[in-house]
């Protein structure tokens, strides 16, 4: 028989340790959409684990691809060294990116893309001349990862108030969200657009347009609650940013990869970043990596301010382009490209939505939003206890119903594996409808 899990020493990220451990919520074993709870149950995988696995869990290429690599070299510094599979892997991501965005930075996972993008904006503008632009703006209830950088330009106020000031010279945007009007919208929601233009009319006009260095946005909030951009938002952003000067960043950690039919938001949106950050499935998730990608004029302007046998850029990291990271990347983009899973994700999106918006009537349902293979449910909270609706649900999802979904607040989060079909699409919304009913 096995011993009795050990729980105490273990310090669990972002947790009710003392929670979790009175009646640990297990899983062992990862498959296509399922994963296996360590009792022994098939789950469904609601969520992609993490919003990460976009090509379904244990793809055998992928798994493969780091068995080899694994034993053919371990390690391989990538300061004033390099090896061949960290260009194979910038040259593969540049090729789906769009047009123009082709200069790639590798880092670890989505909170060191952050920062590395924030810092990558700010030493653009000071090799230019314009060291006055130090100021970075973000949005409230945006999620950038737990760096410092990530933190103070996030707009989330549980994850920052544990931690004192963070960066100076940040401020924020509104968020889109907005139920009073836009309740139930399928796709883009229709008001709102009029928030991006805070930006300038508010915030600009405070600080003066010539001290901003960037501005960082999720094109869908995904960790808050599945936030959907207004119809032409990010456009206005884009028109507001170019007009000024001011770097425009895409966080992409959740949007990249197909979760919206198409290769990143930036493709979805029509609306072209300076910097797009990556991570998650660019590796499905399997072994972590990060990534920044940047537009050739960013680049060059580095490649521009040095002599040739100075550095560019004081910063990276030690697994900066990891060989089995690579390997595992090249694997899941060849991947994505051969089952065409971006495309799938387009063509099944319209059957997601439906199935989605069929809890409409359900007790408490306040709002349902979607887009591509994303979708958020916000319910109303039980009095005075705000989440606890929503974690309940979660709860009976996963030991009754053997299902994986994600809340934030009272809001439930789906993003499954862009592999699920049709029939999994029905399960996922009836377990959870039933969930939801019979927690009411
Ligand atoms: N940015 C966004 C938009 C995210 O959703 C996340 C994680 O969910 C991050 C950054 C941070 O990524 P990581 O947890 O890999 O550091």
Same mark, same amino acid.
């Given at each position: ?25 297990? %899983?062992?074993?990862? @498959?296509?959409? !399922?994963?296996?709870?360590?009792? +022994?149950?098939?789950?469904?995988? $609601?969520? /992609? =684990? ?85 100021? %970075?703006?973000?949005? @409230?209830?945006? !999620?950038?990862?737990?760096?410092? +950088?990530?933190?103070?330009?996030? $707009?989330? /106020? =549980? ?98 990869? +197909? ?6 938001? /930036? ?174």
């Amino acid at each position: 028989m096995n011993s009795p899990l050990q729980t105490e020493h273990l310090w669990m990220p972002f947790t009710a340790n003392r929670q979790f451990k009175e009646k640990p919520r297990l %899983l062992s074993k990862a @498959e296509g959409m !399922y994963y296996q709870s360590s009792d +022994g149950r098939q789950i469904l995988d $609601g969520t /992609a =684990g993490l919003w990460c696995v976009n090509a379904g869990h244990n793809h055998p290429k992928i798994v493969a691809a780091i068995q080899q690599q694994a034993a053919t070299m371990d390690f391989a510094p990538t300061f004033q060294m390099g090896h061949p599979l960290a260009f194979e892997a910038a040259t593969k991501l540049a090729e789906i990116t769009p047009t123009g965005m082709d200069r790639v930075f590798f880092c670890n996972d989505g909170s060191e893309g952050v920062d590395t993008a924030l810092k990558i904006a700010l030493a653009y503008h000071r090799i230019r001349g314009e060291a006055g632009r130090f100021r %970075l703006i973000g949005r @409230e209830r945006g !999620y950038h990862g737990v760096g410092f +950088g990530g933190i103070s330009v996030g $707009g989330i /106020a =549980g994850n920052r108030k544990q931690f004192g000031p963070g960066l100076s010279g940040i401020d924020h945007l509104p968020h889109p969200l907005d139920i009073t009007r836009n309740a139930f919208s399928k796709g883009l929601p229709v008001h709102g657009e009029e928030l991006a233009g805070i930006l300038e009319t508010r915030l600009l006009a405070l600080h003066d347009p010539t001290t901003v260095a960037a501005v960082i946005v999720e094109p869908i909030q995904g960790s808050t609650g599945v936030i959907i951009p207004p119809k032409d938002y990010l456009r206005r952003l884009r028109d507001i940013c170019s007009k000024h000067g001011i770097l425009l960043i895409f966080d992409e950690v959740i949007t990249g990869f +197909g979760r919206l039919g198409t290769a990143f938001g /930036a493709d979805y949106f029509d609306v072209i970043p300076d910097m797009i950050i990556c991570a998650k499935g660019l590796t499905n998730a399997a072994v972590p990596m990060g990534a920044v990608v940047v537009n050739t004029a960013i680049y060059d302007s580095f490649m521009a301010s040095s002599p040739k046998d100075s550095i560019e850029l004081f910063h990276g990291y030690t697994y900066s382009a990891h060989p089995l990271a690579c390997a595992a990347a090249i694997a899941t983009l060849e991947v994505y490209q051969e089952e065409q899973l971006f495309e799938r994700a387009a063509q099944i999106a319209p059957y997601f939505e439906a199935a989605a918006h069929q809890l409409r009537d359900l007790p408490h349902v306040r709002d349902i939003r979607n887009l591509g293979l994303v979708c958020g449910i916000e319910l109303s909270p039980q009095a005075g206890k705000t989440t606890t609706r929503a974690f309940d649900i979660f709860e009976k999802c996963f030991w009754e119903k053997d299902l994986l979904i994600r809340t934030t607040g009272d809001i439930i989060a789906l993003s499954p594996p862009l592999i699920i079909n049709h029939a999994q699409i029905e399960q996922l919304f009836s377990k959870l409808a039933e969930a939801i009913r019979e927690h009411a």
